[in-house]
């Protein structure tokens, strides 16, 4: 039966991806949802029946959904009926597969190196399922719930306001487009407050000095050097330089061009004297020439339309570092900015909200930044993301998890969010990890050796690679939805997550190992001159992942060829996309049309990803380490010895489809072969992150 349960949830799963795909079916009432349910419900039951040959199943097992679905619906109470019916069956699917594969150690009659493997395994994929049930409900908390009152401005409260700027060796004509643009605020009492960080070249800040000047007494200009404490250091300086009257920040990023109303349209959320932080859309500027950058802003953009709006439906936003606006009396309440945490914004808010603050997020776009045009400038940013979503789960994590001891007060929804946040960045970890024991399983059947693992063939192999594919959609139609992008660029919008993947574990293991702030350390690019060799340079880690995970499917496939293991091959093949994906990146950025306003943005922080501070060497241990003990455990499995195959009586029933799948049982060196689920979290995030997580994904 529970094979059955399985292969049903799974099942309806599927069928319920593709009806909410459909336009505004998701949002349906209950006139359409229930019947389009019912026969789904329906539908899969006869499938699930035909598969293992148990006609009963189509009687029970829809009972069981419907219950499921009813229970989803009432806890979830703004959603529609299909939104819930969606979450219960990926949810009902993911805890039947993993009680499946949890007895199976014990069915095969493993040695207990086996099932303590087996466990491991299962650890894992417990890890990646809970990620991909959050990515789901995140999508239809948002896409399926009815529309709620947002927090209304009072547009005649007004309140005396300081924009900072910080920056770094910044182009004075990149400089000169954001401050313009702030001078035309229409905001009568406003400081805009310049605050260069550590900027070596005298000339260059200089210039920035004169700048200012030049614009109006409205303009303060403040030169740190040398100044400790990255950019959460700068600012905590800049804002003890403020007059005492000033009770609104504003943080706007050195490349950001900011409409004339943003003041008018923000300020007067603070009339509410719970608010502690507003926060906008961060959005971006010249992007529409290139298939990079379409796929880049969309990927950005996500977090934004989809992460943001969920996390608002439970007061659990994040300050996103730029384009916001925070309560001073907030901010000083509780110390500052944290200078240990590069990701200073979000966990300032995460400390802001558990003060009983409250965070109001905007939808509405109000500025208008650029993106990196190098895919080593990306990969920085993005490591400083994730690192410092690892930072704040090191801090706070007592705060984040539910009934430990705690000193916010946050709300479930609240800890679940910023938990969330943070732990799927270690989703790309996972990915990396399930590769790795992908490759494995190919270097076993190579050898014809059986690895010390529980092992699933048959049908239930359909079951992670069913997963792989609905989350891969999933994630494709939240794009389309969210963005109204086109298919081609939806693809490479998840392109652009998949090719983040291996800076992201850098940047978890760099975390995990040590809770200094550091960033990641690439060899800077010069002007000019052949751009092919940067394009290599900048992905060769991830291409050599990308061509082994090939090199695996091929041998797998000529050492045993059979459907079971061409299952397993494909999934190779998908964790061939994931790291190939970082190769098509760095060239399609490369190739991005340097117009004259490119090239000079090119040198600016914000693109290269340079700071005021750089890691030191030590920053190599994680992954040293890393592969040091990938290669032991790699030696032990594949020395270990052989297990006993179990007697066929004891075997779960599923043997009964090989009419189905023929050669379930192929040569032995193929029905060695362990379950090894991609990372679910891949194919619905961002990262996300979407970011991001998190901070932006």
């Avoid at 019912?38 to 009963?56: E, Q, S």
């Avoid at 706007?252 to 509410?272: C, Q, R, S």
Wanted: glycine fraction near 6%; include cysteine; aromatic fraction near 10%.
């Amino acid at each position: 039966m529970l094979f059955e349960l399985v292969l049903f949830f799974t099942i309806a799963t599927a069928l319920t991806t593709l009806a909410v795909m459909v336009d505004h079916v998701v949002r349906s009432r209950a006139w359409l949802g229930i019947p389009v349910g019912l026969v789904i419900m329906a539908t899969a039951a006869w499938l699930t029946g035909l598969i293992a040959h148990d006609p009963g199943a189509s009687l029970i097992l829809p009972i069981i959904a419907i219950v499921a679905t009813a229970l989803a619906r009432a806890l979830l109470r703004r959603w529609s009926i299909l939104a819930g019916q969606l979450l219960a069956m990926v949810l009902l699917a993911s805890i039947a597969y993993l009680v499946y594969a949890a007895l199976l150690p014990f069915i095969d009659r493993l040695s207990p190196l086996g099932v303590t493997a087996s466990l491991v395994l299962l650890l894992l994929e417990l890890a990646a399922l809970t990620l991909s049930v959050y990515y789901v409900f995140e999508i239809l908390d948002v896409f399926s719930r009815r529309t709620r009152v947002a927090h209304v401005p009072d547009t005649s409260y007004r309140a005396k306001v300081a924009i900072q700027v910080p920056c770094y060796n910044e182009p004075i004509e990149v400089m000169r487009e954001t401050l313009t643009a702030l001078a035309k605020l229409r905001y009568p009492d406003v400081i805009v407050q310049v605050v260069d960080n550590n900027t070596k070249d005298e000339k260059a800040w200089r210039a920035l000095q004169q700048l200012c000047q030049e614009l109006g007494p409205r303009f303060q200009f403040i030169h740190l050097e040398p100044w400790p404490g990255y950019k959460a250091g700068a600012l905590n300086e800049a804002t003890r330089r403020l007059p005492g009257d000033v009770s609104v920040l504003a943080i706007v990023d050195a490349d950001y061009i900011v409409k004339p109303d943003f003041l008018e349209a923000m300020v007067g959320h603070f009339a509410d004297p719970r608010v502690a932080f507003v926060q906008t859309p961060q959005n971006y500027r010249d992007w529409k020439d290139s298939g990079y950058l379409r796929g880049l802003y969309y990927s950005y953009r996500y977090f934004f339309d989809v992460t943001m709006p969920s996390r608002a439906n439970r007061n659990g936003i994040i300050f996103a570092g730029t384009m916001g606006l925070i309560r001073r009396a907030a901010l000083e309440k509780i110390g500052g900015w944290n200078e240990q945490v590069i990701t200073e914004d979000a966990e300032a808010s995460l400390r802001m909200l558990g003060s009983g603050g409250i965070g109001v997020f905007e939808p509405t776009a109000f500025g208008e930044g650029l993106m990196p045009l190098t895919f080593d400038g990306l990969k920085k940013q993005r490591f400083r993301w994730a690192l410092g979503g690892i930072q704040i789960l090191r801090r706070q994590w007592k705060e984040l998890i539910p009934f430990a001891p705690h000193r916010l007060r946050l709300t479930w929804g609240q800890r679940l969010d910023y938990l969330f946040g943070s732990v799927h960045w270690f989703g790309d970890l996972l990915t990396v990890l399930f590769t790795a024991l992908l490759l494995l399983t190919a270097l076993a059947a190579v050898l014809h050796h059986r690895l010390p693992i529980r092992e699933i063939t048959g049908a239930v192999l359909i079951v992670p690679l069913a997963f792989l594919l609905t989350g891969v959609l999933r994630g494709l139609w939240a794009l389309r939805r969210a963005e109204g992008s086109t298919w081609g660029d939806a693809f490479r919008a998840m392109g652009v997550w998949f090719a983040l993947s291996w800076v992201d574990t850098l940047a978890v293991l760099r975390g995990l190992v040590s809770g200094r702030a550091a960033f990641l350390r690439t060899p800077k690019q010069r002007e000019g001159g052949n751009r092919i060799w940067p394009a290599i340079r900048s992905s060769a880690m991830e291409s050599l992942l990308a061509a082994l995970a090939v090199l695996g499917a091929i041998v797998m496939l000529l050492a045993a060829p059979a459907i079971a293991t061409a299952i397993l091959a494909a999934m190779l093949l998908f964790e061939a996309w994931i790291f190939g994906s970082a190769a098509w990146a760095s060239f399609a950025a490369e190739g991005i049309q340097l117009t004259p306003y490119r090239q000079i943005y090119r040198r600016s922080a914000q693109n290269t990803g340079e700071r005021p501070q750089r890691a030191s060497r030590s920053d190599l241990v994680p992954a040293l380490l890393a592969a040091a003990v990938a290669v032991v455990l790699a030696y032990g499995l594949l020395n270990a010895p052989a297990e006993n195959p179990a007697p066929t009586a004891q075997l779960p029933t599923f043997g009964t489809i090989t009419h189905i799948l023929p050669s379930t049982g192929p040569a032995p060196t193929a029905t060695a072969a362990p379950t090894a689920i991609p990372t679910p979290s891949a194919t619905a995030s961002p990262s996300a992150s979407a970011t991001a997580s998190a901070s932006p994904p």
